[in-house]
């Protein structure tokens, strides 16, 4: 495992009388091998007053004040990278402000063309974003408030929904937070990490806090192992200025590692720069890097090499502050289309690179993106941020480059060099793609210029290009009838169902004939449960159920609530009730929301233990293994495999059988419950995605549906099973439990 690591340092101030005394405390995560490992996380329980903080990485600032903690978070204007990056349609971004205003962002392709945008009022602190982007490919998402700008670059893999930028709230404000504490409180330390994608917590540290002294936290699992090959990890860069900074490393290995170092530059796919320095005995290392362009994001790697190969951390980044010192030349390079169809339309271009000439020195060097400034300082050029010598007017010749749609424009601009902006104008045609659609509504295979179709769908059949260079798509859409009914799968807690005028009244296996508007047959078979439901006196709610085996399991949320929490509420102490999104504390309210309707009630670990009504349990983990194995050998796993030897774990393809047909988000991960959605349920259980609250917040609803198991593993966290819409197995994982998720209940 590769990963960006880093130590999550608290500051405590104590004051005596009238003078202070500082206490600083720093953690450290690692694991049973002593591998380093990355604190996400740290709660803090004092055990003497009785109160609860978490400290979230970034915010690495703790202070107490012996009658009082303020927690503090640095407030630099920052765009964060989005994560994930690359990702498959979807993605997250955080946008700090250290100050209110108005705050715009825009997300343009690489050819510069404008793909959404968001512009809103929002107060200082830190502001979380989705992004949905529906085509594949590379976008540039900035960012400004109060003339400040920032930028980075995203890259999208899938085809989302839309594009569109959506605002999710305010994750940290700038405010001031107070819990008493007084010197030798006994304080608790836990810290949390992911390791494999899984959150794991470390062994928790009681202790009086007193004095300064360094705190590492040790986490039950090996990383590095046995293996001859280097672990090599990426750690947070450190004492960043405008333009220098320092990487840190780490590397260990049963090995002879001859050499280490960093590779980094302005671009993650062009590393072009290489630094080698000196491993230390813990195996740390780290090397000054100089020659940075302010206010940019620069990318690296931390490296170990042997006798034969190279091996590499992960890619991290940071972002050198904007230089504000003057400098006695400074020419800033911006660029911008200029249709060929109308010739006072203008929009803004990014710029690919800049090649700079000095024709009276004889030197030349070109910038690349997002590098466009250049600074020169003329006493000794200590300052240029380009190679060769300088001087006032020397006579300059300027090469813009950009690119779009497939073809890279370029400009020459002759100056004589001076403090300006230099703006390339690139002449190109501005175009909007063209789509065609020919419809076809048919009982059969379709036959269509000489190919057949034998399923409906939506089929490219033509792309031409115009002498404008835009492109005219044409695009077949298939609608076979005779596919859209086949077999109908029917379970409901009702005593009788209507379909096509017929009623039923029992359980059992029924056929109709349907004629469509097109006048096609379709034989329909109707495979119909009846009866099956359960009310719970405690609030008059009605369930469905159904048998699996010896288990008799509800085929539903348990929507039990006898009072309403809001989700920022959270704790491992107490138990929780929550409906997602909402944040009140009104319980009829919170009744009457769509997200308590269709999805039931969300309850962190120690709710979910007495939410069963009489007669019926929170499943264990055992019985959750005894669910996944029976459906795997009554063939529900989707790809047709029978898994005889009783392990969950062995071929596990049966999320589609659990999940429901409706609201999970579209993935075209093929047996995944977003594929295909209509194929889903096929057990009955009609798992819906109604995700989590974590940690206070309400996250991956129509992403992921989970369930807690009656069962603690060995670090004090619960079980869990959960479903993924981009992931064909069930998922067995645990969580801390203040993690707030749905209940199933089991038949005692």
Avoid at 616 to 621: A, E, I, S, V
Wanted: proline content about 3%; some cysteine.
């Amino acid at each position: 495992m590769k990963k960006c690591l880093s130590t999550i340092i608290f500051l405590i101030v104590a004051l005596g009388g009238i003078y202070a005394q500082n206490i600083t405390i720093r953690f450290t995560g690692r694991s049973q091998d002593n591998a380093y490992m990355r604190l996400d996380s740290i709660v803090v329980h004092n055990n003497s007053q009785n109160w609860e903080r978490t400290i979230i990485y970034p915010d690495t600032t703790m202070t107490i004040i012996l009658n009082g903690i303020y927690e503090h978070k640095n407030a630099d204007f920052s765009l964060a990278q989005n994560t994930p990056n690359p990702f498959d349609g979807k993605t997250e971004v955080e946008l700090t402000n250290p100050e209110a205003g108005h705050t715009a962002l825009l997300i343009n392709d690489i050819n510069g063309k404008l793909i959404a945008q968001f512009g809103n009022y929002l107060s200082a602190g830190t502001h979380k974003f989705e992004i949905n982007l529906s085509t594949p490919q590379t976008y540039i998402l900035s960012a400004s408030i109060n003339g400040k700008t920032s930028s980075i670059k995203m890259i999208n893999t899938g085809k989302g929904n839309s594009n569109s930028i959506s605002y999710l709230g305010q994750t940290l404000q700038q405010k001031l937070t107070v819990n008493d504490f007084e010197l030798g409180d006994v304080l608790k330390y836990t810290g949390y990490a992911t390791f494999e994608g899984v959150s794991v917590s470390s062994t928790p540290i009681a202790q009086m806090q007193n004095g300064s002294e360094d705190i590492t936290l040790t986490f039950p699992i090996n990383i590095m192992g046995t293996e001859e090959n280097p672990v090599v990890n990426t750690l947070l860069a450190s004492t960043i200025s405008c333009n220098s900074a320092t990487l840190n490393g780490y590397a260990t290995c049963n090995c002879n590692i001859q050499s280490v170092g960093f590779i980094y530059g302005s671009s993650p796919n062009n590393l072009q720069y290489r630094s080698t320095t000196t491993l230390n005995a813990n195996g740390n290392f780290s090397k000054s890097v100089s020659g940075l362009a302010s206010n940019t994001m620069y990318y690296y790697r931390a490296f170990a090499t042997t006798q034969t190969e190279t091996f590499t951390g992960e890619l991290c980044n940071f972002t050198t502050p904007e230089d504000n010192e003057p400098h006695d030349i400074t020419v800033i390079f911006t660029g911008r289309g200029n249709s060929t169809f109308n010739y006072y339309f203008y929009w803004n271009l990014n710029l690919d690179s800049v090649k700079v000439e000095n024709q009276t020195r004889n030197w030349e060097h070109t910038l690349l993106f997002p590098d466009t400034v250049m600074n020169i300082d003329l006493q000794g050029n200590t300052k240029l941020n380009i190679s060769g010598n300088a001087s006032s007017n020397d006579r300059m010749l300027y090469t813009g480059y950009t690119s779009y749609r497939g073809v890279v424009y370029t400009q020459q601009i002759q100056r004589y060099l001076n403090t300006e902006t230099v703006l390339f104008t690139f002449p190109i045609p501005l175009c909007d793609d063209k789509y065609i659609h020919i419809e076809i509504n048919d009982c059969e295979p379709v036959t269509y210029n000489g190919i057949t179709y034998t399923q409906s769908g939506q089929y490219e059949i033509g792309h031409y290009q115009t002498v404008q260079n835009c492109d005219s798509i044409v695009i077949l859409d298939i609608y076979i009838s005779n596919q859209i009914f086949n077999e109908i799968e029917i379970t409901t807690c009702d005593n009788s169902y209507t379909l096509n005028g017929t009623t039923y009244t029992e359980s059992g296996t029924y056929q109709q004939t349907f004629t469509s508007v097109h006048g096609c047959d379709s034989l329909v078979s109707l495979n119909l449960s009846l009866g099956n439901g359960f009310t719970d006196e405690r609030d008059g709610n009605s369930y469905c159920t159904i048998t699996y085996g010896n288990q008799v399991w509800m085929a539903e949320n348990l929507r039990y609530m006898p009072v309403v929490n809001r989700c920022s509420d959270y704790t491992n102490y107490e138990s929780r009730y929550y409906v997602y999104g909402y944040n009140g504390t009104d319980l009829d309210e919170a009744k009457s929301l769509y997200n308590y309707l269709e999805y039931g009630t969300i309850y962190n670990y120690i709710a979910a233990q007495t939410a069963c009504p009489s007669g019926w349990h929170l499943p264990t983990d055992a019985e959750w293994t005894e669910l996944e194995i029976y459906l795997q050998n009554t063939g529900h796993n989707f790809d047709g495999y029978v898994d005889n030897d009783n392990d969950r774990e062995t071929h596990n393809v049966i999320a589609k059988a659990l999940a429901s047909q409706t609201n999970w988000m579209v993935s075209d991960i093929v047996n995944a419950p977003g594929w295909l959605q209509q194929k889903n349920n096929s057990s009955g259980f009609n798992g819906k995605p109604a995700g989590w609250v974590f940690r206070g917040e309400s996250l991956w609803i129509n992403e992921q549906a989970g369930w807690w198991a009656n069962t603690l593993n060995t670090n004090g966290n619960g079980w869990d099973r959960y479903l993924h819409f981009s992931r064909t197995h069930v998922t067995r994982s645990h969580n801390n439990m203040s993690t707030a998720m749905s209940v199933r209940c089991v038949q005692d």
